[in-house]
């Protein structure tokens, strides 16, 4: 554990947040995926280390056949779908729509269900998220709304910030810019490269994100327009 500290907003005044379904049942969750899966990867460590007791990894869908995410969820025996989005434009209400009926074929659900982006490099269609309302997270690495879109730590590296980080967020229509729910700050370096802030700042998205599915599967959380709280 290192010294940065997880920050997230309290004082809970108006619902308006998603509400997992309490009981028993597990929140089934889908994770959406692109590439190397080190996100996917904590999130099922933590399922599985019982970090996350009320949620279960239903499917995780790639848009690219043969990356290391879905090596990752067959380790884990966690079902995986390729929806090869190969041609296809980075948002598609089309694409989309099939992504939705393999969710639901899993059971990921809007009225119980969690969609978690890790390191999924497509745009969701307004449609996508409205189906989905306030129950997809997305994890991205800078403290936004400063640097979001690709190459953020890149960014922040030249733009000469001494502070960047990690977010874990809400996802609104806008890319990167839904209600943030964690954040943790990892201070730039002078002999940082791109690479050694990326290790530093991924370190960190490792830590937020099972928390911040956690905090959601345990329903300790609350939407007030940007802000999320946690209940009291
Ligand atoms: C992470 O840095 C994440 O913040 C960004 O894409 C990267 C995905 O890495 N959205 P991984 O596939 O989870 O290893």
Known sequence: ??????????????????????????????????????????ILDAVDGKYITKGRVNVVISNKPSVGALEIARKHD??????????LPKMDSDYDGKTIATLEAHGVTPK?????????FRILSPQFVDHYHNRIMNVHPALLPAFPGLDAQKRALEH?????????????????????????????????????????????????YPEAIRLFT???????????VLKT
């Open 112 to 120: 119980d269900g969690l969609v978690a982006l890790a390191g999924y």
């Open 218 to 228: 345990d329903d300790q959380l609350r939407i007030e327009g940007r802000r999320v």
């Open 160 to 208: 000469g910030v001494k502070v960047s980080g990690a977010t874990v967020h809400f996802v609104a229509k806008e890319v990167d810019a839904g209600p943030v729910i964690l954040q943790a700050h990892v201070p730039i370096r002078d002999d940082d490269t791109v690479e050694t802030l990326s290790e530093r700042i991924l370190r960190q998205e490792h830590r937020l």
């Open 78 to 87: 966690v079902p995986t779908v390729i929806l090869d989005d190969k041609g």
């Open 1 to 42: 554990m290192t010294s940065h500290r997880i920050l997230v907003a309290r004082r809970p005044h108006i619902l308006e947040a998603a509400e997992p379904e309490q009981g028993d049942s597990l929140v089934p969750i889908g994770v959406l995926v692109s590439g190397r899966g080190s996100n996917l990867e904590s």
